[in-house]
């Protein structure tokens, strides 16, 4: 069974150690064992470590039924002398994610009695559950009162209880059925947790947690939490941003948010009247193109039209009964078209019908119903000709 030095001490970085066994994993890995590790299995939500084991790379390391597996990219004499050394960067961010989680929720549990009752820690990622609905001033009470513990400098300890300390203890949450070893994470004398993950020593290593994202889940609440070097990553991205919007509206960062909602508001009013002017061409086109049709169809092509502008006029044109039309729209290298009839109209092929026949003569895919269909083709040297032949196919097909 592997020895596990990061249980007594987190800040360990490496150790010399020997191969205990090694064997493939079936994927292109090997699955090495150590006498002693370093390494922190994926295990209690919070992800493995990574690092190296003499001059190969571990990848992720698991455990099952007690014992701890190092997925390797090569293999390694079993009995050989090697030196383990974990990614301490990627080790000291989960530890400053998994205890700032730890000192947050024993401040939830102590100014609103909320308990924790879901815990993730990923890649770059730190979610906590609790069974209480936050409000926004909660929300602000609960970092506030969770970074005075951070600058407190309480010391992080563990320890292994037996059953009789365990229930003896005034945990915030007690998990069921635990028996053997218990670990057990202390917060000054403000918190008692069990846990197995690894953690600073100090609450003020942690340095910082900050509440990104309150919402409400389950009758609780869901928080998106950042600690530590996360915490000042999101900052400096924020700032940034802040920054950025500043130069792009031209006023000082504490007004971006005002010069933004008169943005939004010019915008709104810019779509309004675009929206106005694009109806006013729309029926305009409508009455010239009926005005010019002498008899048959109504074929055209509409360039820079937007797809809903399109369909607005052939909705249009088709609201007289005895109406055919067909709409190209070429856009992006593609010709896109409609093709409408009026409820009446059986003189010529039904809409479905010639969206066939485009598809064929221009190699396009499309469909739809009796009165109304619609695709696209490819644009190519020879597709207004097809087009032209189309539409002569389609005012000399009257049935």
């Given at each position: 069974m592997t020895q596990r030095l990061y249980l007594t001490d987190s800040f360990l970085q490496s150790c010399e150690t020997q191969v205990?066994?090694?064997?493939?994993?079936?994927?292109?890995?090997?699955l090495v064992g150590l006498a002693q590790t370093v390494f922190f299995p994926q295990s209690g939500g919070q992800p493995s470590d990574r690092g190296i084991i003499s001059d190969g790379v571990v990848t992720h390391v698991s455990e099952k039924q007690g014992e701890v597996y190092h997925h390797c990219n090569r293999p390694l004499p079993v009995g050989s002398q090697v030196v383990a050394a974990i990614d301490f960067r990627r080790r000291f961010d989960m530890m400053q994610q998994h205890s700032g989680e730890h000192i947050l929720a024993c401040a939830a549990y102590r100014l609103f009695r909320a308990n924790n009752v879901g815990f993730h820690l990923g890649e770059d990622s730190l979610g906590l559950d609790l069974d209480y609905q936050l409000t926004p001033e909660q929300v602000y009470l609960l970092e506030?009162?969770?970074?005075?513990?951070?600058?407190?400098?309480?010391?992080?300890?563990?320890?292994?209880?037996?059953?009789?300390?365990?229930?003896?203890?005034?945990?915030?949450?007690?998990?069921?059925?635990?028996?053997?070893e218990i670990r057990l994470v202390t917060v000054g004398d403000l918190d008692y947790a069990t846990c197995c993950g690894t953690h600073c020593t100090l609450t003020s290593q942690v340095e910082l947690v900050k509440i990104l994202s309150c919402e409400n889940y389950k009758g609780g609440s869901r928080l998106e939490l950042a600690c530590g070097g996360r915490a000042l990553a999101d900052y400096r991205w924020k700032n940034q941003l802040a920054y950025q919007l500043s130069h792009r509206f031209s006023v000082p960062v504490?007004?971006?948010?005002?010069?933004?909602?008169?943005?939004?508001?010019?915008?709104?009013?810019?779509?309004?009247?675009?929206?106005?002017r694009s109806t006013q061409l729309i029926q305009l086109t409508g009455v010239q193109l009926l005005a010019?049709?002498?008899?048959?169809?109504?074929?055209?092509?509409?360039?820079?039209?937007?797809?809903?502008?399109?369909?607005e006029l052939l909705s249009l044109l088709c609201k007289d009964k005895g109406m055919t039309a067909l709409v190209w729209n070429p856009q992006n290298g593609r010709i896109n078209y409609l093709v409408g009839k009026g409820e009446q109209e059986?003189?010529?092929p039904s809409a479905r019908e010639i969206c066939?026949?485009?598809?064929?003569?221009?190699?396009?895919?499309?469909?739809?119903?009796?009165?109304?269909?619609?695709?696209?083709?490819?644009?190519?040297?020879k597709s207004q000709e097809a087009m032209g032949q189309l539409e002569d196919w389609l005012k000399n097909s009257r049935a």
């Open positions: 205990t066994f090694c064997q493939p994993d079936g994927k292109g890995e090997y506030e009162t969770a970074n005075r513990y951070i600058s407190m400098g309480l010391p992080i300890t563990t320890r292994i209880l037996t059953d009789e300390e365990y229930h003896a203890l005034p945990m915030r949450k007690k998990a069921e059925n635990l028996k053997g504490g007004q971006v948010p005002q010069a933004f909602a008169r943005y939004e508001e010019e915008n709104a009013q810019l779509r309004k009247t675009l929206k106005q010019s049709r002498e008899t048959g169809p109504i074929c055209c092509c509409l360039e820079g039209w937007s797809t809903e502008e399109c369909k059986g003189a010529y066939t026949q485009i598809n064929t003569l221009l190699g396009g895919r499309g469909g739809g119903s009796a009165t109304f269909a619609q695709g696209s083709a490819p644009a190519g040297e």
